[in-house]
């Protein structure tokens, strides 16, 4: 969504954290010399900017050889559970962020602290029920994303009661969460009309809105998000957890490669993950949703159909459009429920992927889910084999989206 510059506030186009071994304060001390000393500091806008070209200089080179390496960088964000949270803004009339409003000093290693102060900057996402926008942790200075919703007393009580819960089922999953393929939960605020939840901050946005802005994958890139997102669902089922609504506008996708799962909005929790429970209703979304959930009346699903729903990304990346693209939903929901079929893998993707590819999603796409592998099983496929020489720093994928930062 296009929303209006201002100088005052955060752009998801910017670097996705300041390093923890930098203060905000000295940052902000030196832009006041270079004005000439006239008390101006720069906007969040301003010092993230500026910070982007050094940070990654410093950040990308350690993180790519790890990855080279087949294990993924954990860039672990400070949660703020049990802390006091007050919303800092910059002084009225103006534009830019003044030292009173940052902390003197940052430690080397931020611990939970007291007060959490934060600055809320550009809106950068907006859903069903909510508005996500990029933060500043004033105390740390880290960038965060803030989930907001509005809860209005004078609407539907049944939906606002509904939306709530679903609030309450997504901060109880994600705050006992921790996987580097699993988006950071780092604590909520409660007001009397609004509820925001604090996560880490991915720069390179959705899969879903790379495919939009950039057009299908290639397959190198395909097999490691895949991989990823295999071992971050590996993890959540383990933990007893349904996602329930795995899509690629579900996904996101750091700077370096990395891929994490997001959006615990309609999660489950089950004691028997991978039995099927006649408690589970049709939930979702409709093109990415395995057969049983729309058969799901009477009859109930598991976490298998979360792994339908990775082969449903896969096609998505693959084709650079959604499943069942030609099909509107209840042309889908027909073929599902009633025809039992898969979505069909388009000619222009089956002749230019790899056999492995083809199986690996037709492997996900087993009609019935007693026979449909696990995540676990999944992983040691041949599509998900880490290359050793795979660097996504060198993807024509990473040459888009840092064309994409660098034009802004």
Same mark, same amino acid.
């Given at each position: ?6 100088e ?13 071994g ?6 902000a ?26 940070m990654e ?16 960088v ?13 919303q ?25 602290? %007291? ?121 959540l ?39 099927n ?21 009477g ?23 959604? %499943? ?25 993707v ?11 999603m037709y492997?996900?796409?087993?009609i ?13 496929? %041949? ?5 050793p ?20």
């Open positions: 969504m296009s929303q209006p510059e201002d005052g506030t955060l752009r998801a186009d910017q670097v996705s954290s300041l390093q923890r930098d203060t905000v304060v000295s940052i001390q030196r832009n006041m010399r270079k004005a000439g000393g006239l008390g101006r500091t720069k906007s969040i806008r301003e010092t993230v900017k500026s910070q982007y070209q050094s200089k410093r950040a990308i080179p350690s993180r790519v050889n790890t990855l080279k390496s087949g294990d993924i954990r860039r672990k964000s400070t949660k703020m559970f049990g802390a006091r949270i007050e800092v803004k910059p002084p009225r009339g103006s534009r830019m962020i003044t030292l009173d409003t940052i902390q003197d000093t940052l430690p080397l290693h931020p611990e939970r602290q %007291p007060t959490f102060k934060w600055m809320k900057g550009q809106l950068i996402g907006k859903g069903t029920f909510g508005k996500v926008y990029l933060g500043m942790n004033m105390t740390t200075g880290e960038l965060i994303a803030v989930k907001q919703v509005e809860v209005k007393p004078n609407e539907d009580k049944e939906r606002m009661k509904e939306l709530v819960k679903a609030l309450d089922i997504e901060i109880d999953t994600m705050q006992h969460l921790d996987h580097p393929n699993i988006v950071q939960y780092l604590g909520c605020e409660r007001k009397d009309f609004s509820i925001s939840i604090f996560l880490e901050y991915i720069p390179g946005g959705s899969i879903g809105s790379c495919l939009r802005k950039h057009g299908k994958f290639e397959e190198a890139v395909v097999s490691s998000l895949t991989r990823q997102t295999l071992s971050g669902l590996a993890y089922h383990r933990e007893g957890i349904l996602h329930r609504d795995l899509k690629a506008d579900n996904i996101l996708l750091d700077l370096d490669g990395t891929c994490k799962i997001s959006d615990f909005g309609i999660s489950k929790k089950s004691d028997n993950i991978y039995g429970d006649i408690t589970n209703s049709m939930q979702g979304s409709v093109f990415w949703m395995a057969p049983e959930v729309i058969r799901s009346q009859q109930g699903y598991s976490a298998k159909v979360d792994i339908w729903s990775l082969g449903c990304v896969v096609l998505e990346m693959f084709a650079g459009r959604r %499943p069942w693209s030609k099909e509107e939903a209840i042309g889908a929901i027909y073929k599902l429920g009633s025809l039992n079929q898969a979505p069909p893998i388009p000619d222009d089956s002749q230019n992927i790899s056999p492995g590819a083809i199986s690996f492997d996900c796409f087993t019935d889910p007693a026979d449909r592998p696990t995540a676990e099983t999944l992983l040691r496929a %041949p599509f998900c084999f880490f290359d020489n795979y660097n996504f720093l060198d993807t024509e994928l990473y040459g888009k989206i840092r064309g994409a930062f660098d034009n802004h």
